[in-house]
């Protein structure tokens, strides 16, 4: 059951838009949001800071050059804050706010040691300038974390339908917990996916989900698909126009380090190309 959530923010568009979510869950569930931002120590005290602060000492002593960054990020951080706790009194949502200094994602990880889910978007502040579609934040944190992570696109859009890949492992068996309890209690319809070398494989795995999801009287497709590559199997499904699914709901790296070296990670691939929101359990 989820009862406090965090929600990972620097300001930017795409982490107030997963303030939104987090907040719309919140609601269902009568939980608390709790904001948080990191000052980057990357940014206090790494060597570009450094050479700058170096250049202009002339001009500015280095001390006084980076306690005005230190207050330039204080202000960043309000400012931040008070957007989510703005958002979250307009929906009657319980608001409590922490500032955290440190590498971000291993602070994200922390910070969220007593909550139930973390809520990020998929990219973060400057997103427009990256040549890659996944904020390393964002990936560093759902590989570190035990908590379920659910990963926004820039644009809000309310679930409406739910898809759920399961291939039985025990990372998915948490998913297919985790998604099961929000569609019950957002009355979302069910597709549940099984992606497997042969066919019978795959329908072999659908029935023990569906035994499962009896149990929470839903509305439950089931989709068995026959594909070596599991990640391109779950795309196809995820992200055909005409299923319209809003969020996808899986397990996050159920391989070994050394399967994802030579495969490559099923979990990366797929949260880099879906369309929509994505809850990964671990």
């Known amino acids: 059951m989820i009862k406090q959530i965090l929600v990972a923010t620097d300001g930017s568009e795409n982490s107030l838009t997963a303030a939104d979510y987090a907040i719309n869950l919140a609601r269902l569930f009568n939980a608390t949001i709790r904001g948080l931002f990191v000052k980057d120590v990357k940014i206090l005290t790494g060597p570009l800071i450094h050479d700058i602060g170096t250049s202009i000492g ?3 002593p280095y001390g006084t050059f980076n306690q005005t960054i230190r207050e330039l990020l204080e202000s960043q951080a309000d400012a931040a804050l008070n957007q989510v706790e703005g958002k979250c009194a307009q929906a009657k949502v319980t608001f409590t ?7 971000v994602s291993r602070e994200i990880i922390k910070s969220a040691d007593d909550c139930d889910l973390i809520a990020m978007g998929k990219m973060g502040a400057h997103a427009e300038w990256r040549d890659v579609f996944l904020g390393t934040n964002v990936e560093y944190v759902v590989r570190q974390t035990h908590k379920p992570v659910l990963i926004t696109p820039s644009e809000y859009k309310p679930f409406r339908k739910m898809l759920i890949a399961y291939d039985g492992s025990s990372f998915a068996d948490k998913a297919l917990r985790s998604g099961a309890e929000i569609a019950q ?8 996916v099984c992606v497997a070398d042969k066919k019978d494989e795959a329908l072999q795995t659908l029935s023990k989900a569906k035994t499962f999801l009896e149990g929470y009287k839903l509305a439950v497709d089931a989709v068995a698909k026959e594909e070596s590559d599991h990640a391109v199997g779950i ?5 055909d126009e005409d299923s319209k699914f809003d969020i996808l709901v899986m397990g996050a790296y159920g391989h070994s380090r050394l399967q994802e070296m030579i495969l490559g990670s099923t979990t990366v691939r797929v949260m880099r190309s879906t369309n929509c929101s994505i809850l990964l359990c671990r």
């Open 58 to 60: 002339g001009m500015v």
């Open 97 to 103: 706010r922490e500032i955290r200094e440190g590498i």
């Open 185 to 192: 209690a957002m009355k979302l319809p069910i597709t549940v």
């Open 235 to 239: 795309l196809e499904v995820c992200n």
